[in-house]
């Protein structure tokens, strides 16, 4: 009997074992996925005995497996006996920190630094700490990349000679010959920064940063600048021009285009971090060289800062620092030949109204605005009508309506049908931002307009403009203002009018209610089915099992069946066609269904 049982305990590890042993890839992810469940089948004893040094020794395998390994272990800590027993856990974790895969190394170190914080000090020093040196002092560049995500974890909760210890072992990866492990060091200097004590940041990490910053490769350099927003934010403002300042000045000026955008990417949290003063004397020269960049990539990540910038300016100095340093570049970059440049600008320029004020902006930002608003790019117009609100906040819906108005009327009546057709796409957004009363008045005749279109594309996006018209202003604005253009369109001479009718009423009828689509729409439809031209006629076959849902039985079977009956005995085959498919779409048959169930 002991023996059956000994057997029964045995069993999950050698399941385990034989499935990790298959030759399919996934029968050995799901196994390791399943860890947890083994783990509590053995019992903590048994899980540090037995199944970590099992999965220590097996570490070869794809990197699906190793990454689903990693991120198990990093939630073993209660399997195993709780923080007692956590740094059992280190010797398989330290293994996939050193495998090649970059994934699987990452996600080891976020499991390390996970179960970090279960060790107490004495674990830290006695285990994880000793793991950190093993791995900075490996011979393949893997383990040292992987030791730099470490350091910061357990700094702050060592013995002074062991912090010593990990600054040291810091350094030397900071100066390793391999670019991979000054990349990583670089990084995440950010993150040791944070937990070093002052007199160690100035007199050994900031030695070290300047020299990842001026490193011969840029992909050190531009993590250099990141790991800049975290030291600057640290440091006193009177050591930040002596000891930051320069490289920073440096950085904005790189040869490289790369760490130019990195700079011009945290542009905004440096602003923060060195404080008004040296925004003022140094950031702005810097800023307006990088909205003036010969690399479209670096202008563009500049550009999309713009209004954060001038939002964080001193308040005494904003409005002429602006208008003076700013405004200049961004008039450039309205006409800036690439398309990526203009669009991050259009997204962020009219933010600058709030802050200039109503008549800067009706002197300054607004030529600016028209002049994008008639951009080649459908993505820079896009921008500019998607915060119109913020200028009307500022100058009123009088004065843009007179200056922004012609503008969108006249790429609205365009001769080019693509250019009408992404002014119709904007409309529902533009209506949003200008309001029900303003849209009644100057842009409802255009949506109209659009319905009579030569361009098949223009009637169709013009019928989808109004649904999402009416699902913005509701269906009682729809039945004063919209519905009796379109049914009086069905008297129009031109077949294709009438059959745009047709198209209105099938997608305004799942906004509109049933009482509109049984009152206004079902007679107009019954009418158009006596019309000369067949494809309209087919079209009402087609539009009677569209909105036939929203019908009841009785109405079902005195209107809408009598004219699909007659549709079908038409003499174009067509139209026969489209009504005898609408006669078997469940139009009314489902009516009819629902009353037989009642009866019985």
């Not at 794809?62 to 073993?76: M, Y």
């Not at 492990?181 to 937990?195: N, Y």
Request: with cysteine; glycine share 4%.
């Amino acid at each position: 009997m002991a023996a059956s049982d000994s057997d029964d305990s045995l069993y999950p590890i050698a399941v385990l074992i034989d499935e990790l042993r298959n030759e399919d890839v996934q029968l050995r992810l799901n196994s390791i996925k399943k860890l947890s469940t083994i783990a509590l089948a053995l019992g903590v004893e048994r899980t540090r005995s037995e199944l970590i040094p099992f999965l220590t020794d097996t570490i070869y395998d794809e990197d699906e497996v190793l990454l689903a390994l990693a991120e198990q272990l990093g939630n073993f800590t209660p399997l195993v006996g709780g923080e007692e027993h956590v740094h059992c856990l280190l010797p398989p974790l330290e293994s996939l920190a050193t495998v090649e895969e970059t994934v699987v190394r990452d996600k080891a170190v976020e499991s390390l630094r996970k179960i970090a914080a279960d060790h107490s000090p004495a674990d830290l020093e006695a285990h994880f700490v000793p793991l950190v040196k093993r791995l900075a002092q490996g011979d393949w560049f893997t383990s040292r990349t992987s030791a730099c995500g470490l350091f910061s974890v357990p700094y702050q909760r060592v013995s002074t000679p062991v912090k010593a210890e990990l600054r040291t072992n810091f350094r030397n990866l900071c100066g390793d010959d391999t670019p991979m492990v000054r990349r990583a060091a670089a990084g995440k200097m950010g993150e040791f920064a944070k937990v070093l004590e002052l007199e160690y940041l100035k007199s050994d990490l900031i030695p070290l940063w300047n020299n990842l910053a001026s490193d011969e490769q840029d992909s050190v350099r531009l993590l250099a600048v990141e790991a800049c927003v975290s030291i600057a934010s640290i440091l006193p403002k009177e050591d930040i021009e002596s000891l930051v300042l320069p490289t920073l000045r440096n950085a904005a000026d790189d040869k490289s285009w790369r760490v130019r955008y990195m700079m011009a990417d945290k542009f905004t949290e440096l602003q923060l971090a060195v404080g008004p003063e040296i925004t003022k004397n140094d950031l702005v020269p810097a800023f307006q060289g990088l909205l003036k960049d010969c690399e479209a990539e670096v202008r563009a990540a500049a550009a999309n800062k713009v209004k954060e910038f001038c939002d964080n300016l001193p308040q005494d100095i904003r409005e002429t620092t602006i208008m003076t340093s700013i405004l200049p570049c961004v008039k450039d970059l309205v006409i800036d030949p690439n398309q990526h440049v203009k669009s991050a600008l259009a997204s962020v320029i009219m933010g600058l109204s709030p802050i200039l004020g109503k008549d800067n902006t009706i002197e300054h930002l607004l030529p600016l605005f028209l002049t994008m608003l008639k951009d080649e790019c459908p993505e820079v117009r896009l921008n500019i009508i998607s915060n119109l609100d913020s200028v009307n906040q500022v100058i009123g819906i009088h004065q843009l309506s007179q200056s922004l108005l012609p503008a969108i009327m006249e790429l609205a009546e365009d001769t080019k049908w693509r250019v009408r057709l992404a002014i119709i796409e904007y409309m529902p957004l533009l209506a949003g931002q200008l309001g029900v009363e303003f849209f009644d008045e100057k842009l409802n005749g255009l949506c109209m307009t659009w319905l009579v279109d030569h361009v098949y594309a223009i009637r169709e996006a013009a019928t989808n403009n109004l649904k999402k018209l009416v699902e913005k202003f509701g269906a009682e604005w729809a039945q004063s203002t919209i519905l009796p253009k379109v049914v009086a369109m069905a008297q129009d001479p031109n077949y294709l009018h009438r059959m745009t009718t047709l198209f209105c009423i099938n997608v305004l009828s799942d906004v509109c209610g049933v009482e509109p689509c049984q009152n206004i729409f079902l007679p107009v439809v019954c009418k158009l089915a006596a019309d000369a031209v067949p494809n309209v006629r087919f079209n009402v076959a087609k539009t009677l099992q569209k909105i036939g849902c929203h019908f009841d039985a009785t109405t079902v079977n005195e209107k809408v069946k009598p004219c699909l009956t007659k549709l079908s005995s038409d003499v174009d085959y067509d139209v026969k066609y489209y009504a005898n498919e609408a006669m078997a779409g469940n139009v009314f048959f489902q009516h009819l269904a629902v009353i037989r169930i009642s009866v019985f």
